[in-house]
Protein backbone atom coordinates (compact mmCIF):
# COMPACT_ATOMS: atom_id res chain seq x y z
CA UNK A 1 0.00 0.00 0.00
CA UNK A 2 0.84 3.44 -1.32
CA UNK A 3 0.21 6.04 1.58
CA UNK A 4 0.84 9.87 0.90
CA UNK A 5 -0.83 12.13 3.55
CA UNK A 6 -1.69 15.61 2.77
CA UNK A 7 -2.47 17.74 5.52
CA UNK A 8 -4.23 20.96 5.78
CA UNK A 9 -5.46 22.36 9.48
CA UNK A 10 -3.72 25.83 9.53
CA UNK A 11 -5.53 27.58 6.81
CA UNK A 12 -4.37 28.87 3.06
CA UNK A 13 -1.50 30.73 4.66
CA UNK A 14 0.25 28.20 5.72
CA UNK A 15 -0.46 25.00 3.52
CA UNK A 16 3.14 24.96 1.76
CA UNK A 17 4.78 24.28 4.65
CA UNK A 18 1.70 21.52 6.11
CA UNK A 19 2.78 19.81 2.91
CA UNK A 20 6.30 20.04 3.20
CA UNK A 21 6.02 18.47 6.75
CA UNK A 22 3.41 15.65 5.36
CA UNK A 23 5.95 14.68 2.59
CA UNK A 24 8.43 14.46 4.97
CA UNK A 25 6.58 12.01 6.76
CA UNK A 26 5.00 13.77 9.89
CA UNK A 27 2.64 11.51 11.68
CA UNK A 28 -1.21 12.43 12.38
CA UNK A 29 -2.21 12.50 15.72
CA UNK A 30 -5.90 12.50 16.25
CA UNK A 31 -7.54 15.03 18.15
CA UNK A 32 -10.83 15.52 20.08
CA UNK A 33 -13.63 16.15 17.38
CA UNK A 34 -15.18 19.22 16.49
CA UNK A 35 -18.73 19.76 17.51
CA UNK A 36 -20.40 21.62 14.24
CA UNK A 37 -24.09 21.57 13.46
CA UNK A 38 -24.70 19.18 16.00
CA UNK A 39 -22.48 16.80 14.56
CA UNK A 40 -19.32 15.31 15.36
CA UNK A 41 -16.96 16.13 12.30
CA UNK A 42 -13.72 13.89 12.56
CA UNK A 43 -10.13 16.16 13.44
CA UNK A 44 -9.47 13.32 10.68
CA UNK A 45 -10.74 11.97 7.21
CA UNK A 46 -8.78 8.94 5.76
CA UNK A 47 -9.21 10.04 1.72
CA UNK A 48 -9.14 6.49 -0.16
CA UNK A 49 -7.50 7.11 -3.84
CA UNK A 50 -7.89 3.98 -5.53
CA UNK A 51 -4.49 4.49 -7.88
CA UNK A 52 -1.24 5.72 -7.10
CA UNK A 53 0.41 8.82 -6.74
CA UNK A 54 0.93 11.09 -9.34
CA UNK A 55 -2.54 9.73 -11.69
CA UNK A 56 -4.98 11.70 -12.25
CA UNK A 57 -7.24 10.77 -9.35
CA UNK A 58 -4.47 11.28 -6.72
CA UNK A 59 -3.69 14.75 -8.38
CA UNK A 60 -7.53 16.05 -8.01
CA UNK A 61 -7.82 14.67 -4.37
CA UNK A 62 -4.67 16.55 -3.89
CA UNK A 63 -6.28 19.76 -5.26
CA UNK A 64 -10.02 19.12 -3.59
CA UNK A 65 -8.41 18.27 -0.54
CA UNK A 66 -7.44 22.05 1.31
CA UNK A 67 -10.58 23.66 0.02
CA UNK A 68 -12.40 20.88 1.46
CA UNK A 69 -10.90 21.17 4.82
CA UNK A 70 -10.69 24.95 5.32
CA UNK A 71 -14.75 25.34 4.32
CA UNK A 72 -15.52 22.05 6.49
CA UNK A 73 -15.91 23.09 10.63
CA UNK A 74 -12.92 23.02 12.67
CA UNK A 75 -10.19 22.21 9.74
CA UNK A 76 -9.98 18.48 9.83
CA UNK A 77 -6.80 17.38 8.56
CA UNK A 78 -7.56 15.38 5.11
CA UNK A 79 -5.07 12.22 4.48
CA UNK A 80 -4.61 10.74 0.78
CA UNK A 81 -4.11 6.75 1.35
CA UNK A 82 -3.39 5.38 -1.92
CA UNK A 83 -4.07 2.13 -2.48
CA UNK A 84 -3.58 1.46 -6.42
CA UNK A 85 -3.93 -2.02 -8.00
CA UNK A 86 -6.71 -3.74 -10.60
CA UNK A 87 -7.64 -0.44 -12.11
CA UNK A 88 -8.87 1.10 -8.80
CA UNK A 89 -10.66 -2.43 -7.84
CA UNK A 90 -8.39 -3.17 -5.47
CA UNK A 91 -8.60 0.18 -3.18
CA UNK A 92 -12.63 0.11 -3.60
CA UNK A 93 -12.96 -3.27 -2.30
CA UNK A 94 -11.11 -2.55 0.05
CA UNK A 95 -12.51 1.07 0.90
CA UNK A 96 -16.07 -1.31 1.04
CA UNK A 97 -14.79 -3.76 3.63
CA UNK A 98 -13.33 -1.47 5.73
CA UNK A 99 -14.46 2.14 6.05
CA UNK A 100 -16.39 3.33 8.86
CA UNK A 101 -19.86 5.49 8.76
CA UNK A 102 -18.54 8.01 11.03
CA UNK A 103 -17.39 10.51 8.36
CA UNK A 104 -13.50 9.62 9.20
CA UNK A 105 -12.78 7.75 5.56
CA UNK A 106 -13.94 8.53 2.04
CA UNK A 107 -13.22 7.01 -1.02
CA UNK A 108 -12.49 9.10 -4.65
CA UNK A 109 -13.48 7.18 -7.16
CA UNK A 110 -12.94 7.37 -11.02
CA UNK A 111 -14.70 6.03 -14.43
CA UNK A 112 -12.77 2.79 -13.88
CA UNK A 113 -14.34 2.21 -10.74
CA UNK A 114 -17.61 2.87 -12.22
CA UNK A 115 -17.20 0.67 -14.93
CA UNK A 116 -16.20 -2.22 -13.99
CA UNK A 117 -19.49 -2.45 -11.38
CA UNK A 118 -22.07 -1.39 -14.55
CA UNK A 119 -20.47 -4.30 -16.10
CA UNK A 120 -20.52 -6.91 -13.47
CA UNK A 121 -16.71 -7.46 -13.10
CA UNK A 122 -15.82 -10.54 -11.13
CA UNK A 123 -13.75 -8.69 -9.51
CA UNK A 124 -15.87 -5.97 -7.90
CA UNK A 125 -16.61 -6.51 -4.54
CA UNK A 126 -18.12 -2.99 -3.96
CA UNK A 127 -21.74 -1.80 -4.31
CA UNK A 128 -22.27 2.14 -5.22
CA UNK A 129 -25.55 1.65 -3.57
CA UNK A 130 -24.01 1.02 -0.26
CA UNK A 131 -22.22 4.53 -0.89
CA UNK A 132 -23.53 8.68 -0.65
CA UNK A 133 -21.86 10.70 -2.70
CA UNK A 134 -21.27 14.68 -1.79
CA UNK A 135 -19.13 15.73 -5.16
CA UNK A 136 -18.42 15.02 -8.63
CA UNK A 137 -16.64 16.62 -11.31
CA UNK A 138 -17.36 16.54 -14.81
CA UNK A 139 -14.98 16.25 -17.41
CA UNK A 140 -15.65 16.13 -21.76
CA UNK A 141 -14.27 14.62 -24.85
CA UNK A 142 -13.97 15.19 -28.13
CA UNK A 143 -13.61 12.27 -31.08
CA UNK A 144 -11.21 13.78 -34.60
CA UNK A 145 -9.93 12.27 -37.40
CA UNK A 146 -7.52 12.69 -39.87
CA UNK A 147 -8.07 15.62 -42.07
CA UNK A 148 -7.15 13.14 -45.16
CA UNK A 149 -10.63 11.86 -44.55
CA UNK A 150 -12.20 15.60 -45.18
CA UNK A 151 -10.98 18.64 -43.90
CA UNK A 152 -14.07 20.07 -42.05
CA UNK A 153 -16.31 18.03 -39.76
CA UNK A 154 -19.13 16.88 -42.11
CA UNK A 155 -16.94 16.08 -44.74
CA UNK A 156 -15.18 14.01 -42.50
CA UNK A 157 -18.01 12.07 -40.81
CA UNK A 158 -19.17 11.32 -44.33
CA UNK A 159 -15.88 9.82 -45.53
CA UNK A 160 -16.36 8.00 -41.90
CA UNK A 161 -19.33 6.44 -43.32
CA UNK A 162 -17.57 4.58 -46.49
CA UNK A 163 -14.55 2.66 -45.10
CA UNK A 164 -13.57 0.99 -42.18
CA UNK A 165 -11.24 3.08 -39.91
CA UNK A 166 -8.65 2.38 -36.95
CA UNK A 167 -9.23 3.48 -33.29
CA UNK A 168 -6.37 2.28 -30.56
CA UNK A 169 -8.04 1.66 -27.34
CA UNK A 170 -6.89 0.69 -23.90
CA UNK A 171 -9.93 -0.98 -23.44
CA UNK A 172 -13.05 -2.07 -25.20
CA UNK A 173 -14.54 -1.80 -21.69
CA UNK A 174 -12.90 1.68 -20.53
CA UNK A 175 -13.42 4.77 -21.22
CA UNK A 176 -13.92 4.34 -24.65
CA UNK A 177 -16.84 2.20 -24.58
CA UNK A 178 -19.42 5.33 -24.78
CA UNK A 179 -17.06 6.42 -27.79
CA UNK A 180 -17.53 2.83 -29.47
CA UNK A 181 -21.20 3.00 -28.89
CA UNK A 182 -21.37 6.33 -30.06
CA UNK A 183 -19.81 5.54 -33.04
CA UNK A 184 -21.47 2.62 -34.12
CA UNK A 185 -24.72 4.39 -33.42
CA UNK A 186 -23.33 6.63 -36.41
CA UNK A 187 -22.86 4.21 -38.86
CA UNK A 188 -18.97 3.78 -38.23
CA UNK A 189 -17.37 0.50 -38.91
CA UNK A 190 -14.45 1.13 -36.35
CA UNK A 191 -11.88 -1.36 -36.12
CA UNK A 192 -10.90 -0.45 -31.98
CA UNK A 193 -6.88 -1.58 -31.78
CA UNK A 194 -7.21 -2.70 -27.72
CA UNK A 195 -3.21 -2.26 -25.75
CA UNK A 196 -2.42 1.28 -25.70
CA UNK A 197 -1.07 1.99 -22.06
CA UNK A 198 -3.08 5.56 -21.99
CA UNK A 199 -5.29 7.76 -24.13
CA UNK A 200 -1.68 9.64 -24.84
CA UNK A 201 -0.56 5.82 -26.83
CA UNK A 202 -3.58 5.98 -28.91
CA UNK A 203 -2.90 10.08 -29.65
CA UNK A 204 0.46 9.07 -30.65
CA UNK A 205 -0.36 6.40 -33.26
CA UNK A 206 -3.07 8.91 -34.13
CA UNK A 207 -0.26 11.11 -35.07
CA UNK A 208 2.07 8.63 -36.73
CA UNK A 209 -1.09 7.97 -39.34
CA UNK A 210 -1.50 4.62 -37.57
CA UNK A 211 -4.68 5.45 -36.95
CA UNK A 212 -7.65 7.17 -38.66
CA UNK A 213 -9.49 8.40 -35.65
CA UNK A 214 -9.18 9.57 -31.95
CA UNK A 215 -10.48 10.35 -29.04
CA UNK A 216 -9.02 12.44 -25.81
CA UNK A 217 -10.83 13.94 -22.75
CA UNK A 218 -10.24 17.85 -22.67
CA UNK A 219 -7.00 18.36 -20.33
CA UNK A 220 -5.78 16.09 -22.99
CA UNK A 221 -7.75 17.85 -26.27
CA UNK A 222 -6.89 21.12 -25.18
CA UNK A 223 -3.12 20.51 -24.34
CA UNK A 224 -2.05 18.05 -27.03
CA UNK A 225 -4.90 18.21 -29.89
CA UNK A 226 -5.47 21.36 -30.30
CA UNK A 227 -2.31 22.06 -31.65
CA UNK A 228 -2.88 19.80 -34.12
CA UNK A 229 -6.11 21.44 -34.95
CA UNK A 230 -4.90 24.55 -35.46
CA UNK A 231 -2.75 23.12 -37.60
CA UNK A 232 -4.17 21.58 -40.16
CA UNK A 233 -3.09 17.87 -38.90
CA UNK A 234 -6.82 17.21 -37.26
CA UNK A 235 -10.45 17.64 -37.57
CA UNK A 236 -12.84 17.73 -34.02
CA UNK A 237 -15.77 15.96 -35.45
CA UNK A 238 -18.04 15.81 -32.29
CA UNK A 239 -17.78 16.13 -28.67
CA UNK A 240 -19.79 13.79 -26.66
CA UNK A 241 -21.55 17.37 -24.52
CA UNK A 242 -22.03 17.23 -21.02
CA UNK A 243 -25.39 16.69 -18.88
CA UNK A 244 -27.77 19.36 -17.31
CA UNK A 245 -28.99 19.24 -14.19
CA UNK A 246 -32.26 17.60 -15.91
CA UNK A 247 -29.99 15.06 -17.74
CA UNK A 248 -30.30 16.58 -21.13
CA UNK A 249 -27.32 16.64 -23.39
CA UNK A 250 -25.42 20.09 -24.15
CA UNK A 251 -22.80 21.38 -25.55
CA UNK A 252 -19.65 21.43 -23.70
CA UNK A 253 -18.35 24.72 -22.44
CA UNK A 254 -14.85 23.61 -23.23
CA UNK A 255 -15.95 23.42 -26.66
CA UNK A 256 -19.02 25.75 -27.58
CA UNK A 257 -18.89 25.81 -30.97
CA UNK A 258 -18.40 21.83 -31.52
CA UNK A 259 -21.66 19.80 -32.21
CA UNK A 260 -22.24 16.96 -29.75
CA UNK A 261 -22.85 13.31 -30.56
CA UNK A 262 -26.28 14.24 -30.40
CA UNK A 263 -26.52 16.70 -32.54
CA UNK A 264 -24.24 15.23 -35.16
CA UNK A 265 -27.05 11.77 -35.22
CA UNK A 266 -29.69 14.14 -35.48
CA UNK A 267 -28.34 15.82 -38.18
CA UNK A 268 -27.63 12.46 -40.12
CA UNK A 269 -30.93 10.74 -39.64
CA UNK A 270 -33.38 13.36 -39.05
CA UNK A 271 -34.25 12.42 -35.05
CA UNK A 272 -32.87 12.20 -31.91
CA UNK A 273 -31.10 8.99 -30.90
CA UNK A 274 -32.89 6.15 -29.00
CA UNK A 275 -33.34 2.61 -28.32
CA UNK A 276 -31.07 0.11 -26.43
CA UNK A 277 -27.83 1.17 -27.86
CA UNK A 278 -28.85 4.86 -27.08
CA UNK A 279 -29.12 3.61 -23.40
CA UNK A 280 -25.85 2.19 -22.77
CA UNK A 281 -24.44 4.93 -24.36
CA UNK A 282 -26.15 7.48 -21.88
CA UNK A 283 -25.65 5.37 -18.69
CA UNK A 284 -21.91 4.98 -19.68
CA UNK A 285 -21.75 8.95 -20.74
CA UNK A 286 -23.35 10.09 -17.35
CA UNK A 287 -20.49 7.84 -15.66
CA UNK A 288 -17.64 7.96 -17.44
CA UNK A 289 -17.62 12.02 -18.03
CA UNK A 290 -20.51 13.20 -16.37
CA UNK A 291 -19.47 12.10 -13.10
CA UNK A 292 -16.23 11.16 -13.64
CA UNK A 293 -14.82 11.23 -10.59
CA UNK A 294 -16.34 10.82 -6.98
CA UNK A 295 -16.22 11.58 -3.27
CA UNK A 296 -18.09 8.93 -1.85
CA UNK A 297 -18.96 7.96 1.91
CA UNK A 298 -20.50 4.82 3.40
CA UNK A 299 -24.72 4.61 3.74
CA UNK A 300 -25.04 5.30 7.40
CA UNK A 301 -22.21 8.44 7.97
CA UNK A 302 -24.99 10.88 9.60
CA UNK A 303 -26.95 13.27 7.91
CA UNK A 304 -25.55 16.43 8.98
CA UNK A 305 -22.33 14.93 8.32
CA UNK A 306 -23.53 14.65 4.41
CA UNK A 307 -25.12 17.76 4.73
CA UNK A 308 -21.53 19.55 6.25
CA UNK A 309 -19.60 18.11 3.47
CA UNK A 310 -21.48 19.13 0.29
CA UNK A 311 -22.03 23.05 1.96
CA UNK A 312 -18.61 23.01 2.43
CA UNK A 313 -18.20 21.92 -1.20
CA UNK A 314 -21.03 24.42 -2.39
CA UNK A 315 -19.14 27.49 -0.07
CA UNK A 316 -15.86 27.04 -2.15
CA UNK A 317 -16.87 26.22 -6.09
CA UNK A 318 -18.79 29.11 -7.03
CA UNK A 319 -15.91 31.58 -6.02
CA UNK A 320 -13.93 33.35 -8.54
CA UNK A 321 -10.70 31.93 -6.74
CA UNK A 322 -11.51 28.23 -6.90
CA UNK A 323 -12.48 28.97 -10.71
CA UNK A 324 -9.57 30.19 -11.37
CA UNK A 325 -7.44 28.11 -9.86
CA UNK A 326 -9.74 24.73 -11.13
CA UNK A 327 -9.66 25.40 -14.64
CA UNK A 328 -6.13 24.75 -15.12
CA UNK A 329 -6.84 21.38 -13.34
CA UNK A 330 -10.78 20.25 -14.08
CA UNK A 331 -11.60 22.29 -17.36
CA UNK A 332 -14.71 25.44 -17.15
CA UNK A 333 -16.69 22.77 -15.43
CA UNK A 334 -18.46 23.67 -12.52
CA UNK A 335 -18.58 20.65 -9.53
CA UNK A 336 -22.00 18.91 -8.78
CA UNK A 337 -23.06 18.86 -5.46
CA UNK A 338 -25.69 16.84 -3.62
CA UNK A 339 -28.87 15.52 -4.71
CA UNK A 340 -27.97 16.03 -8.44
CA UNK A 341 -25.08 13.79 -8.02
CA UNK A 342 -27.17 11.37 -6.42
CA UNK A 343 -29.87 11.37 -8.78
CA UNK A 344 -27.09 11.02 -11.82
CA UNK A 345 -25.18 8.26 -10.36
CA UNK A 346 -28.46 6.02 -9.55
CA UNK A 347 -29.56 6.27 -13.20
CA UNK A 348 -25.91 5.58 -14.52
CA UNK A 349 -25.27 2.98 -12.32
CA UNK A 350 -28.73 1.31 -13.29
CA UNK A 351 -28.38 -1.22 -15.89
CA UNK A 352 -30.62 -4.42 -16.09
CA UNK A 353 -29.46 -8.07 -17.19
CA UNK A 354 -30.98 -6.85 -20.53
CA UNK A 355 -28.96 -4.05 -21.05
CA UNK A 356 -25.57 -5.72 -19.76
CA UNK A 357 -26.45 -9.43 -22.43
CA UNK A 358 -26.89 -6.63 -24.63
CA UNK A 359 -23.61 -5.07 -24.35
CA UNK A 360 -22.35 -8.51 -24.09
CA UNK A 361 -22.92 -9.43 -27.26
CA UNK A 362 -22.18 -5.79 -28.98
CA UNK A 363 -19.04 -5.88 -27.51
CA UNK A 364 -18.67 -9.78 -28.84
CA UNK A 365 -20.32 -9.20 -32.28
CA UNK A 366 -18.96 -6.12 -32.90
CA UNK A 367 -15.30 -6.01 -31.33
CA UNK A 368 -14.30 -9.93 -30.92
CA UNK A 369 -14.39 -8.43 -26.69
CA UNK A 370 -15.62 -9.72 -23.69
CA UNK A 371 -16.81 -7.93 -20.86
Known amino acids: MNT ?34 DANVPSTIKWTIPFGVGGGTDVW ?28 INGANLFA ?8 DWLGTSASTQFPAMLGDRRVRYDYSTWTPILATPTGGVVYAQPSLGEESESAIAALLEKRVKLAVQSHTGLELPVLIALDML ?15 GRLAFERGEADI ?9 SSVAPLVE ?3 AVPLFSLGV ?16 PTFTEVYENLNGEAPSGTANEAYEKFFASGFTLQKLIMVPKGTPDQLVEIYREAALEFVETEQFKQEADAHLGPYTPIVGDVVERHLE ?15 WLKTKHGASI
Open 231 to 233: SGR
Open 187 to 201: GVDVQAVSGMQGRGE
Open 97 to 104: TRARSDGS
Open 214 to 222: DFQTTSAYL
Open 4 to 37: HKTTNSLGRLKKAAVLSLAIAGLGLTLTTPVQAQ
Open 347 to 361: QAMALDDDLREWLAD
Open 61 to 88: ARFFSPWLSEHIPGEPTISIDNVPGGGS
Open 243 to 258: LNEEGQIERDPAFPDL
